[in-house]
């Protein structure tokens, strides 16, 4: 399974996106803002090809399986992105909710001053079930971000 990221605009805050799984729309994402040099919880990943995985340990998988129960069997986690750890794809409509992570929705609200999206619970549950299931058929899932 192969899922693009293309990222639309930024904002100086966030970075609004659209994610397309095996070439068509899934979902409007939301990260932080593009900085030359990291700042810890304000900057987004580098642009490039990471395979996705399950985490099933650590806190947020923890909060996940209480929230999700039977739906929920790991973390999307993107490996190998340089100078970070622990990158996901999960819920969240602001960039307060992300710290390098990826946020899908099922709306966007985007202007010079403030970018939002809307549904994530709906969208993430919807998204994360067809990662899922590429995972559990063995399928390498990776996502491109341009």
Not at 8 to 24: E, H
Not at 63 to 81: C, F, I, P, R, T
Request: proline share 1%; hydrophobic share 30%.
């Amino acid at each position: 399974m192969k899922l693009l990221l293309d990222r639309l605009k930024d904002n100086k805050k966030s970075t609004i996106g659209i994610l397309k799984i095996d070439g068509i729309w899934d979902a409007f994402t939301l990260e932080d803002a593009y900085h030359k040099e990291k700042i810890y919880g304000e900057t987004r990943i580098p642009e490039g090809e990471y395979e996705i995985i399950l985490r099933t340990e650590g806190g947020m998988n923890s909060a996940y399986s209480k929230k999700y129960g039977d739906d929920h069997e790991g973390m999307l986690w993107l490996q190998n992105v340089e100078g970070f750890e622990w990158v996901y794809i999960h819920t969240g409509n602001k960039h307060e909710h992300t710290d390098g992570c990826i946020l899908v929705g099922t709306t966007c609200d985007s202007d010079d001053s403030r970018q939002m999206i809307g549904g994530s619970v709906l969208k993430y549950k919807k998204t994360y079930a067809k990662i899922l299931k590429a995972i559990k058929r063995g399928e390498e899932v990776t996502i491109q971000i341009i």
